[in-house]
């Protein structure tokens, strides 16, 4: 799972918001929203403190980052080969 999953799986089994996740873990609701929907990675000093709010070591939180950077190279690597088929395709 990526950490986004991960993020969001947790605050909804918390019954929490965004709104409520982004404050207990010491970002803004932005930087929250960013995380779960794994636009961004948070930096190593917030790890730690993913990991205990995720009741997880900071390996599995590591490796739940790296998944999100897969992931989000996945999704650009298919996005340009839209853009480049779009832009051989002839016109109507």
Do not use: F, K
């Not at 605050?11 to 873990?25: F, H, K, N, V």
């Not at 990675?41 to 999100?68: F, H, Q, S």
């Not at 298919?78 to 088929?85: D, H, T």
């Amino acid at each position: 799972m990526t950490l986004g999953e991960l993020l969001h799986a947790e605050r909804t089994a918390r019954g929490l918001t965004q709104r409520q996740a982004g404050p207990d873990l010491g970002v803004s609701v932005p930087t929250y929203n960013r995380w779960e929907r794994g636009i961004i990675v948070p930096p190593m000093r917030y790890r730690r403190r993913i990991a205990r709010w995720l009741r997880m070591t900071g390996a599995e939180v590591t490796a739940a980052c790296i998944a999100d950077v897969q992931v989000g190279q996945a999704g650009q690597a298919g996005q340009a080969g839209q853009a480049a088929s779009r832009a051989t395709m002839p016109a109507p």
